[in-house]
């Protein structure tokens, strides 16, 4: 596979609320880079590390119901700075896409509009966690609550303790999305994820993928 250069690498996150198929995108992405012999990695939030996986496991557990909003918030950026200080960052500066499965976004949509936490105290946190790396773009795949619950349903999966959240809180955390794509339309890309996967990879690829190759972000 060949090597991109430093200056065309991109760090693309994917967001949006559970079931909305954003992991599903991320696959056929990283099969068009693929393809494109253009050289990647990717990871996903929280985790992506040995001990980011360790924090997930306690974020997304049941047992612990009783979480206090802000350690919630605060075990999300400890996975965060180490999964930039381990592999999002080593991997940049070697020329490498790096394509994140949630990332900062997720935090101010979920702790921030989602549990009321002060978004400017989130941001401050964040550009400190991350030593202020932000995506280069970011895909946020919107579809309603009922698709995303029917989603969840086919899969027979058994929701974890974020996805156990009333349905309220979702609605919150999705409007949350769309607030913080409004605010940056420079860096978002906004997909309707409620249409068959099809329809939303043509989205993807007409909206993103085919203005990046354009653009020459790409191996020569």
Not at 72 to 81: D, G, K, N, T, V
Not at 86 to 105: H, M, N, Q, T, Y
Request: proline letters at 4%; a neutral charge.
């Amino acid at each position: 596979m060949q090597t991109t250069n430093q200056a065309s690498c991109r760090f693309i996150s994917f967001e949006g609320i559970d079931g909305c198929g954003k992991s599903t995108l991320l696959q056929h992405l990283s099969q068009w880079l693929q393809d494109a012999g253009v050289a990647y990695l990717t990871t996903r939030e929280p985790g992506g590390t040995p001990l980011g996986e360790s924090i997930r496991e306690l974020l997304l557990d049941r047992a612990h119901q009783g979480m206090s909003q802000q350690a919630e918030a605060l075990l999300y950026y400890a996975s965060r700075a180490q999964l930039v200080h381990e592999v999002i960052r080593p991997a940049l500066k070697d020329g490498l896409w790096v394509l994140a499965d949630r990332f900062s976004d997720a935090t101010l949509a979920y702790q921030g509009f989602g549990r009321g936490l002060d978004l400017e105290m989130l941001r401050s946190l964040q550009s400190w966690a991350t030593q202020g790396l932000t995506p280069h773009h970011t895909i946020l795949l919107d579809c309603s609550l009922d698709t995303a619950a029917e989603r969840l349903q086919v899969k027979n999966h058994r929701p974890d303790r974020i996805e156990s959240e009333k349905r309220a809180f979702h609605a919150r955390v999705r409007q949350g999305y769309l607030e913080l794509a409004r605010r940056d339309p420079a860096r978002f890309v906004i997909l309707d994820a409620d249409r068959p996967l099809e329809s939303t990879l043509h989205q993807l690829r007409t909206a993103f993928w085919d203005p990046v190759m354009v653009k020459g972000d790409h191996p020569s």
